[in-house]
């Protein structure tokens, strides 16, 4: 902070210089004589604010004195320093230092300070003087919002604004005045420059604007329109987040104003009016400012014009919420209602629809929205993920947490949920938890306060006072309505919990595991859990209301799925499952055996076979679950070695231990995984390569890492005199053996990890062993490490608790605190695997931060000296590492600035050369180690103020001639630049460049960068230059140094290599951006050039200025374009002669092309324009200059052009362009050929701008002659020639042929053009020519069905029957559709089959009916499965079309299943698709020939396939980790389940059997086996159901079984017995069948109960209810095993579950 007093600037021959007292500082100017007290006032001032204007770590306290000063000025009673401190300079000057440092002083005094200038305003005795100086304020801050100045000075521009109008020191009127103004300069300089364009062209530019303003033009007042023009610029900036606060604030703040005057003047419904106009228009142009607008403009506006807020909802809501099918854009419309809803509801503006018909009169205030539930429903499958969560947020939300749901809201909820809960965006998914918090609390309050009413109501009838008959039976209706109500909240309770559970079935993807795990979390601690007699407690988050009931919710189901999920592959769904786990209570863990049990008091003997114990009921195994599970999750580790299997077994073991009832048995599991870890030690000792094999590690190390922290050691380790041992010492021995096992492990492992190659190396006694190899070896090593030194991390960090004894040691003793802190050190000294090194970099921090820990020995905080002096001695690649550890311990000794002044000091030493390694020079380190510094997350924010030593330093090292030290100093400048600039920064901006406005980097701060810059950009090396330069084209050129900077970076024109020739290109067109770009590019077409590699070096400036700012929308550069013409070709013609080299005369043509295609868009735009410039006789003569014959002057005729691709692409575009401005259609071909004959790339670039480039592809004949050039094309025998032609041709016909109008005479045209291409079906093996051919097929596909049918009289199903190219481009697509294909193949192919689709529908209104299409239909079904969202979403679009309405691909599957329903309900080969998609079966013989008999894959060869088990260290992934087969299964189920029985055959008189029901019966039967097989073996938690291939395999067979004896019973045995004689033989068969089934699933679920099958699987099959009575009673006694039927206990009631958790 800086040591100056007041006045210590002033240089002034004074007796007595000012006091350095604040508070006296007054009464000495008011002692001074009269004619200095105005110069000293003004002195005193410059010199306050010249301290304030500092960085913020410099000025300290400066700016609250400069306020004091001011305000103590005011009061004087001096009429002359008054007058001096009321004075425009004072008040302005401190109004720019307002709004130069508000942003980086960040202080509250800002505020003050804009509050002070308000009071100079207001109390200034001059009105003139006042006027003045608002004027100036107000039209400063116009010209920085209106995009006049930096963006940095956006933010605090609105905040004064904002400010002066609240407390109406400026109006409405002040600012408007102020915009006019701006915006009239503004176009005056426009006028001038459009005015200095060619008269010919004025015309056309005029028209061009005049119709691109008439459509929004809109008759208006004059100031109406002033104040549209004035928000629509204000709104702008609602898009940037962090200025959209103050805009927002600022904007309302207007709002109130102008209401007020139109208040006073008499009026208000246009204000209203107005402000609705004015954010319909700002979020019509920036739809991307909504949630900005919902956070920061909504809340208050509400507040401020309920009125206008009730008529803007209203309006709103009488709108469309469903966007059309067709606009695949985010629905604007939907977004702002849902928004506004959203808002409203919370502000009580908006509410629901009346719950309870008899509920007590509203204290709310009348005239509310009332909030259309049903379209709000809709918009839950939107396939906006912004619409989603805004429509769940909608319904959830209420400004009353105890208001209940609507049974239309939660049966909307019921019926979307599963959409919301499984979509892959991580954001999306946090927004939807947060809602259900929100719907959670909600349940809460409306269950509590309906249970609440149904006790006060039933008192009231059931009391002791009589009521009278109506007031009786009034009080009967109320208390059914709320009991129904009740009701229905308890079933969506009972449903909610459910499909939760159900969303942790092993088949759900990852999405849905977090979410539900997420979600479970949130709800069991809402309250409602139903707690152990030895549970803690669980705090209920959210509002004070209580369940009136509690949920049982560890039952047998939820225990085994989420025990399952301990070993997921995902970290986050194994933390998830272990911390629902940890609520359960231990009975939870009992293993029970249970084989008879207790239906309604009646005692029921399972006489099963199978079953061997018959007695009532066994013993329970305290813990068993766990325990049988820990064993097995043991074993699958120990095959594996997988990190994710280790990982589960340490949670498991974190659980185990905290759910002892001891601290004896709590300290036993400590001491048996302890044993067990040193056990391995050993093996590993003896021999890695058996150690690898038989007894992996680091599940041990990451045990005892969980268990330690979860310790209480106050409880568990605390002195008690009356036992045998003392636990203090037990403490102490098992952290040293702990910590002794991590320095063996090391000791076992080391020259593995500290090889310079660890990746290959493989210690020679393991070369023997065959079965490790060094990636086995590899990852035990590392695994080992990282979890031991998480150990220790562990061990350390429990040095903040203390035990309870009366010395209160800390918890680690010291000794063992030090082995550990130096085994890391060692460690982090040492390794190579930087895996590890990060690691044990994560665990030496703790040990440094360890060391200033209160609880430590005082003596402690020696160690970081200590350590920090050997790290500076030692030459290692850890040594950064090393002494950011030692920092981030913010010791004061050794301290930031010890450190950093140590390391420069290194750094800095003489370098005495040698031929020792470069890498061991001390330097190099010491600069590595200061780089590593800067970029520490938190060591880096503090050493900002050495960034100018270190600049200097950087620049220092750089200029060294040992090349380490050299590019070390490079990387310390870059981290330097990463610290001003961050690393967030895109690409895209980076090339971007500077803005001319913004202030990137403040060089005051900085004036080493300055100088380095400078430095830099003089050595003129390229390693040197590209640093330099990269800084000044993001950040600009600092003011003072601007031209000699410029000067420095304008002779890197003419370098050697032209990537630095291009970097100062860029870096001097961001210098310019204040200059009009049309006299930048004459001014460097006309600079002389030294060399070849200063003239292109010049016109790559050129170049760059026209590609960043040359607009497609102001009409005025064409004009502008046209005059620099001459100059252009003039340069060009001397450069020619002078240069004679190709690449100048290249660079002259790319300009060419982006000045000629300028122009061709004005020409293809408008018609008008069109003639002028096909006349101009300068462009004309532009592009007349023939390229080849000047390529030949300047190599006289001595290389191929085709050896130049650039000037080849260039020669073919300006050929087309030239046709193109010249509207000559027919030199097209001519002009192909020329391309083609030049080169492939001149072919290809042709092709590529065609159908972008060339105008007027809206007539039908261009259209068509256009596509004659790419079907000549395709003839070409060279691929990209043929896959350039395809992309054209496919582009061209997307954005211009209208498939509504196939019809046409002139559209068939084209159709008949199109089609004078065969079916390409190329044998040319390219991934890029089967993409296109999948492409280019598609429309040839639908222009032959469409020509057939506009030309013949045939109906669709004929036509296509007759297309055989559609069948074998569908299949083509499907084949290559398939999960194994590769992404960009798949995304064609998909998108080949939804763009046809799309096309298809919008000809003909329609998808008709066609048994040709279902094996495509089902294979876009599939691709809305795919494992990519891009395809899902891609797929989706074409759904949404052909069902009207946009969805989501989530809620696609089952609609678009429905609706092939509808359609297809007698199609046999539906029919045989739909079954073969519920039990598993591919469909490729389908897909390939549709009429094939149905062959479906046996149950037993799926099992079989299934359960392969892989044991390979690195798994393979599944290629697909979206697709659910089980939901799949239960989708088409649900299909089959609705066909008609006459599909089947049911009313044939012959009745024989349906080929299909022959094929699928008895596949049925099998099944049933494999299930009672399958169910003889023992299961429970991580058994073989866990995997997710055979439980997918079992469910999917149960869902098939039940679906088709559903289908039995429903249609074919009632049949059967009403005619048996009919039937015969053939019915008695399939009676047996069916007896046969039953008896199986019979003795499946007997089975199941015994051997602790997967409850999912049990309650799948026990979920269906049997039509026939007897069925029903023969698996009563099973029902105990559907435990969902339990779940939720609400005032002695049961509440059933639903048999599926998606509705």
Request: aromatic residues 8%.
């Amino acid at each position: 902070m800086s040591s100056q007093v007041v006045g210590d600037c002033i240089d002034l021959s004074l007796k007595m210089k000012p006091p350095s007292d604040d508070r006296v500082v007054l009464k000495w100017l008011e002692s001074q004589l009269s004619d200095t007290q105005p110069s000293l006032t003004q002195e005193l001032f410059d010199d306050y604010l010249a301290k304030a204007a500092q960085p913020r770590h410099v000025s300290g306290n400066a700016c609250i004195k400069l306020c004091y000063y001011i305000e103590q000025c005011m009061r004087s009673k001096s009429p002359l320093i008054r007058d001096t401190i009321f004075a425009e300079k004072p008040s302005l000057e401190l109004f720019n230092f307002y709004i130069e440092w508000n942003e980086k002083s960040q202080a509250r005094s800002m505020r003050q300070v804009i509050e002070l200038i308000s009071t100079l305003l207001a109390k200034n005795p001059t009105k003139e003087s006042t006027l003045a100086i608002k004027k100036a304020i107000v039209e400063k801050d116009m010209l920085i919002v209106t995009h006049h100045a930096a963006q940095p000075l956006v933010k605090p521009a609105f905040k004064s604004l904002e400010s002066f109008m609240g407390k109406g020191t400026i109006h409405a009127k002040d600012l408007m005045d102020a915009y006019q103004k701006t915006t009239t300069l503004e176009k005056i300089y426009e006028t001038v420059l459009f005015n200095e364009g060619q008269p010919g062209l004025n015309a056309v530019s005029g028209a061009s604007t005049e119709i691109s303003g008439e459509s929004s033009h809109i008759a208006l007042g004059p100031e109406q329109s002033s104040w549209d023009s004035f928000f629509s610029d204000m709104f702008d900036w609602m898009t940037y987040a962090d200025i959209s606060p103050a805009a927002g604030k600022f904007l309302v703040t207007v709002f109130r104003d102008l209401r007020t005057t139109s208040h006073n003047q008499g009026v208000s419904s246009s204000n209203t009016a107005s402000w609705q106009r004015w954010i319909r228009r700002g979020l019509g142009r920036n739809p991307e400012a909504l949630e900005n607008v919902k956070n920061y403009l909504f809340p208050p506006l509400f507040k401020l014009d309920r009125v206008g807020s009730l008529s803007f909802l209203e309006d709103l809501s009488r709108q469309s919420a469903a966007g059309d099918a067709q606009n695949q854009e985010i629905d604007t419309q939907s977004l702002l209602q849902l928004s506004a809803m959203e808002t409203g509801k919370k502000a009580g503006l908006v509410e629901e629809p009346d719950t309870i018909e008899f509920s007590k009169v509203s204290k709310k205030p009348s005239g509310a929205v009332l909030l259309q539930e049903d379209s709000i429903g809709l918009l839950l499958t939107h396939d906006s993920e912004t619409v989603r969560s805004l429509a769940f947020s909608v319904l959830v939300s209420s400004s009353s947490t105890i208001r209940p749901f609507s049974n239309t809201a939660l049966d909307i909820l019921r019926a979307n949920m599963y959409i919301l809960y499984c979509d892959t965006d991580a954001k999306f998914r946090n927004e939807i938890l947060s809602s259900t918090k929100h719907m959670v609390e909600r349940l809460r309050g409306a269950t509590s306060l309906l249970a609440k009413e149904i006790e006060s109501l039933s008192f009231q009838l059931n009391g002791t006072q009589e009521l009278q008959p109506p007031q009786h039976a009034e009080g009967q209706q109320r208390i059914a309505a709320i009991q129904a109500m009740s009701q229905s909240h308890n079933d969506f309770i009972t449903w909610y919990v459910e499909f939760l559970m159900m969303e942790l079935v092993p088949t759900a993807s990852y999405q849905r595991h977090i979410t539900s795990l997420k979600a479970i979390s949130l709800f069991l601690k809402s309250g409602i859990l139903k707690l152990g007699i030895d549970s803690q407690p669980v705090k209920a988050s959210g509002n004070n209301t209580v369940w009136p009931y509690t949920v049982d919710f560890f039952t047998k189901e939820s225990m085994r799925l989420l025990m399952d999920l301990v070993l997921d592959p995902f970290e986050d769904v194994r933390s998830g499952a272990t911390s629902i786990l940890k609520l359960a209570s231990p009975k939870s863990f009992d293993l029970k055996q249970v084989v008879i049990t207790e239906i309604e008091g009646n005692k029921t003997q399972l006489d099963i076979n199978a079953l061997d114990n018959n007695t009532c009921e066994g013993d329970n195994t305290p813990l068993g679950l766990l325990v049988d599970f820990i064993a097995r999750a043991e074993d699958l580790s120990k095959q594996t070695g997988r990190a994710d299997h280790a990982d589960g077994v340490a949670r498991s073991y974190e659980l185990l231990y905290g759910l002892q009832s001891s601290p004896a048995s709590r300290l036993a599991v400590i001491t048996q995984l302890v044993e067990d870890l040193e056990r391995k030690v050993e093996v590993a000792e003896h021999g890695l390569g058996q150690a690898v094999s038989e007894a992996p590690i680091h599940g041990n190390f990451a045990a005892l890492t969980f268990v330690w922290d979860t310790v209480n050691h106050n409880q568990d380790f605390e002195d008690n005199p009356t036992l045998e041992f003392n636990r203090r010492k037990q403490l102490e021995a098992l952290q040293e053996r702990m910590s002794f096992c991590c320095f063996r492990i090391w000791r076992a492992v080391k020259d593995i990890l500290c090889n310079d190659s660890p990746e290959g190396y493989l210690p020679e006694d393991l070369d023997e062993v065959d079965e490790v190899d060094t990636k086995d070896v590899l990852s035990y090593s590392f695994r080992a490490i990282h979890e031991s030194s998480n150990l220790m991390r562990t061990l350390v960090n429990k040095i903040k608790l203390k035990l309870p004894t009366p010395e209160r040691p800390p918890i680690l003793p010291t000794t063992t605190f030090v082995k550990i802190a130096d085994l890391s050190f060692e460690q982090l000294s040492t390794l190579r695997h930087r895996g590890a090194f990060s690691t044990v970099t994560s665990t030496f921090a703790a040990c440094c931060q360890a060391c200033v820990h209160p609880n430590m020995d005082p003596t402690s905080v020696a160690f970081l000296a200590q350590w920090l002096e050997e790290s500076t001695t030692r030459r290692s690649a850890g040594i950064p590492a090393l002494i950011t550890g030692i920092l981030s311990a913010k010791a004061t000794n050794p301290s930031l600035e010890d450190v950093v002044r140590g390391l420069v000091a290194i750094a800095n030493s003489p370098v005495g050369l040698s031929s020792k390694d470069e890498t061991q020079y001390p330097q190099v380190h010491a600069l590595n180690a200061l780089k590593e510094i800067v970029k520490s997350a938190g060591v880096g924010p503090h050493v900002e103020q050495y960034i100018a030593e270190l600049f200097t330093l950087g620049g220092q090292s750089f200029q060294s001639e040992v090349f380490s030290i050299k590019n070390c100093g490079l990387l310390l400048i870059r981290s330097l630049f990463d610290n001003i600039f961050g690393t967030n920064t895109g690409k895209a901006v980076v090339e971007m460049g500077w803005d001319g406005k913004s202030t990137q980097i403040d060089y005051q701060r900085y004036p080493a960068l300055v100088d380095l810059i400078m430095n830099l950009l003089k050595m003129g090396t390229d390693d040197a230059l590209f640093p330099a330069m990269d800084v000044l084209r993001r950040a600009g050129p600092p003011p003072s140094h601007r031209d000699e900077i410029e000067s420095l970076v304008s002779r890197q024109l003419e370098n050697n290599h032209w990537q630095v020739r291009r970097i100062a290109a860029d870096c001097l067109c961001s210098f310019k951006m204040d200059q009009r770009w049309s006299s930048l590019v004459v001014d460097f077409l006309g600079l002389k050039a030294q060399n070849v590699n200063h003239r292109h070096g010049q016109l790559m400036v050129v170049k760059a200025v026209l590609k960043q700012r040359l607009s497609t929308s102001n009409a005025a550069d064409v004009a502008t374009l046209l005059q620099i013409l001459p100059s252009f070709r003039k340069r060009w013609i001397e450069d020619l002669s002078r240069f004679k080299t190709p690449e100048v005369l290249s660079k002259h043509a790319e300009i060419r092309y982006l000045i000629t295609r300028r122009l061709c868009h004005s020409a293809t735009q408008l018609l008008e324009a069109r003639q002028p410039l096909s006349l101009n006789e300068e462009l004309s003569s532009l592009q007349g200059l023939n390229l080849q014959s000047q390529f030949q002057y300047t190599t006289d005729n001595a290389i191929n052009i085709s050896s130049y691709p650039a000037l080849c692409q260039s020669i073919s575009q300006n050929d087309l362009l030239s046709l193109a401005i010249q509207n000559n259609v027919d030199g097209l071909h001519d002009a192909l050929s020329r391309s083609m004959s030049l080169s492939t790339e001149a072919a290809v670039a042709f092709l590529e701008a065609l159908s972008t480039d060339f105008g007027n592809k809206g007539n039908a004949l261009v259209l068509r002659r256009l596509c004659s050039v790419y079907v000549a094309a395709m003839e070409s025998a060279t691929v990209q020639v043929q896959i350039a032609a395809m992309q054209g041709l496919c582009i061209l016909l997307e954005a211009n042929f209208q498939v509504s109008h196939y019809a046409n005479t002139s559209h068939l045209d084209v159709i008949d053009e199109v089609l004078r291409l065969d079916d390409n079906h190329s044998t040319a093996a390219s991934p890029a020519l089967t993409i296109a051919r999948l492409k280019m097929n598609g429309w040839i596909s639908l222009f032959r069905i469409l020509q057939r049918l506009a030309r013949s009289s045939s109906s669709f199903g004929e036509v296509i029957t007759g297309v055989a190219s559609f069948q074998s481009w569908s299949f083509e697509c499907i084949l290559n559709g398939h999960e194994n294909v590769d992404f960009d193949t798949r995304f064609a192919a998909a998108e080949a089959l939804s763009k046809f689709y799309s096309r298809l529908f919008q000809a003909l209104n329609d998808i008709p009916k066609s048994d040709y299409l279902i094996p495509s239909l089902f294979g876009l079904h599939s691709s809305l499965n795919d494992d990519d969202s891009d395809i899902r979403i891609l797929a989706s679009r074409a759904v949404s079309i052909i069902l009207k309405k946009q969805i989501v691909p989530q809620a696609a599957t089952l609609a678009f299943a429905g609706h092939l329903l509808n359609q297809y309900w007698d199609s046999a080969i539906f029919i045989k698709y739909v079954i073969c998609k519920m039990t598993g079966t591919t469909t490729a013989y389908l897909d390939r020939r549709s009429k094939n008999p149905l062959k479906l894959k046996s149950v037993q060869d799926q099992h079989n396939t299934a359960s392969v088990g892989d044991n390979n260290l690195f798994v393979q992934e599944k290629q697909n980790l979206w697709l659910d087969e089980v939901e799949e299964a239960k989708i088409w189920a649900g299909v089959f389940i609705k066909l008609r029985a006459t599909n089947f055959g049911i009313d044939r008189t012959d009745k024989i059997l349906h080929p299909v029901l022959s094929e699928l019966i008895p596949w049925v039967k099998k099944s049933v086996v494999v299930l009672k097989k399958s169910s003889s073996s023992p299961d429970n938690a991580l058994g073989w159901t866990t995997k997710p291939e055979v439980f997918n395999v079992l469910m999917r067979a149960i869902i098939a079984v039940n679906t088709v004896v559903d289908y039995l019973e429903q249609h074919f045995l009632p049949a059967i017995e009403r005619n048996p004689q009919a039937w015969g033989s053939k019915g008695t068969d399939l009676q047996k069948d069916y007896q046969e089934i039953i008896e199986g699933l019979e003795k499946f679920v007997a089975q199941s109960s015994s051997n602790q099958l997967h409850p999912v699987l049990v309650q799948a099959f026990l979920s269906r209810v049997s039509k026939r009575e007897e069925v029903r009673l023969r698996f009563k006694p099973y029902f105990h095993l559907d435990q969902r039927m339990e779940m939720l206990k609400a005032n002695n009631l049961t509440f059933p579950l639903r048999s599926s958790s998606r509705s």
